[in-house]
């Protein structure tokens, strides 16, 4: 597996069981207790195409969605990360 270094984090080279597209690193909200996680950006993912649709409870106008990801500090675990859908 190769991997890569990020704001000084050691990553493995991971890809969306999804889509194949190559997950791309993105830092977690100071408070979030994340550090560098993984994400799915490919807006034609299957797993974020129409997962608006999946939140449940959520308002009627709301435009959020969940994109996949995977956290390294969790032995690369997958989780739904909430973002905007257009």
């Given amino acids: 597996m190769a991997t890569f270094e990020y704001k000084g984090v050691v990553l493995e080279e991971r890809d ?4 194949k ?3 791309e690193p993105w830092v977690g909200p100071p408070d979030s207790g ?3 996680i993984l994400v799915c950006n490919n807006n034609e993912c ?3 195409a129409g997962s608006k649709d999946d939140i449940m409870h959520r308002r009627e106008d709301s435009n959020l969605g969940c994109r996949y990801a995977e956290d390294p500090d969790n ?3 997958s ?3 909430v973002a905007w859908c257009k």
Avoid: F, I, Q, S
Wanted: proline share 5%; net charge positive.
């Fill in 75 to 77: 032995k690369y675990n």
């Fill in 34 to 36: 994340w550090g560098v």
């Fill in 16 to 19: 969306c069981p999804h889509c």
């Fill in 21 to 23: 597209t190559r997950l």
């Fill in 79 to 81: 989780l739904a990360l």
């Fill in 46 to 48: 299957e797993y974020y």
